[in-house]
């Protein structure tokens, strides 16, 4: 148990990370970090939470709200010191995405007891947090980008599902998933791993549609 709620502190504390650094490129200030950082470190569990019926896991424990808090106060003092702050983003953001997938999926399996479930709610809490970030922020979305980005979580999510229900050990089941998820969307930041996007003819303008 202890094992995997390290995965969620980890997922909360480095997604406040890239929210303050996104407030940063916006030179905020120090409440806009706090409010940033906040947004992008609860804003997928909280999502998930709501979804399963489960009581918000910030509103049991004010731990979570401190963890965003201080890693807000952090940044909001050191990004300076940064050379390339959107890149940081990315690579944080990947760390989160991968300890946010498996314990997502942990969640959604334990509450539920529905392997499609759990993996959905591993997608769904490493990578909205994510997406409401660049989206409120302004950022290009890293959802939008052409690299592989829902897919790594998804990938995490399903390794940590298949394993556990197969019986192995906590640990064994979440430190594969968290590998698999984070090479994945590595990959997909430093080597550009996409898959084809979609193409068609251009869409008919409404006023040609009978």
């Given amino acids: ?3 995997i709620i390290f995965l969620d502190y980890a997922g909360v504390a480095v997604f406040a990370a890239t929210g303050a650094l996104a407030a940063s490129r916006k030179q905020l200030d120090i409440i806009g970090f706090l409010f940033f950082a906040g947004l992008t470190g609860i804003g997928g569990g909280t999502v998930r939470d709501l ?3 489960a ?3 910030w509103v049991q424990n004010h731990d979570y709200l401190v963890v965003c808090a201080a890693m807000a106060i952090a ?3 050191s990004a300076h010191l940064i050379e390339s702050r959107y890149k940081l983003l990315l690579w944080l953001d990947a760390i989160g995405l991968a300890a946010y ?3 997502g999926a942990w969640k959604g399996l334990v509450m539920t007891g529905s392997a499609l479930v759990a993996v959905v709610m591993g997608m769904l809490t490493a990578t909205f947090g994510g997406i409401l970030r660049d989206q409120i ?3 290009p979305s890293v959802l939008m980008r052409p690299e592989i980005y829902v897919t790594a979580a998804m990938a995490g999510a399903v390794t940590f599902t298949v394993l556990d229900i197969a019986g192995l050990p ?3 089941s979440a430190a594969p998933a968290f590998a698999v998820a984070f090479i994945i ?3 997909a930041i430093w080597f550009g791993w996409s898959f084809p996007p979609y193409k068609s003819r251009p869409g008919r303008r409404p006023e040609d549609i009978p």
């Fill in 1 to 3: 148990m202890n094992q």
């Fill in 51 to 53: 979804i399963l019926g």
């Fill in 55 to 57: 009581p918000v896991f």
């Fill in 75 to 77: 940044v909001y003092f």
């Fill in 101 to 103: 997938c498996v314990f």
């Fill in 137 to 139: 922020a302004g950022e």
């Fill in 170 to 172: 906590l640990l064994l």
């Fill in 185 to 187: 969307r590595g990959g």
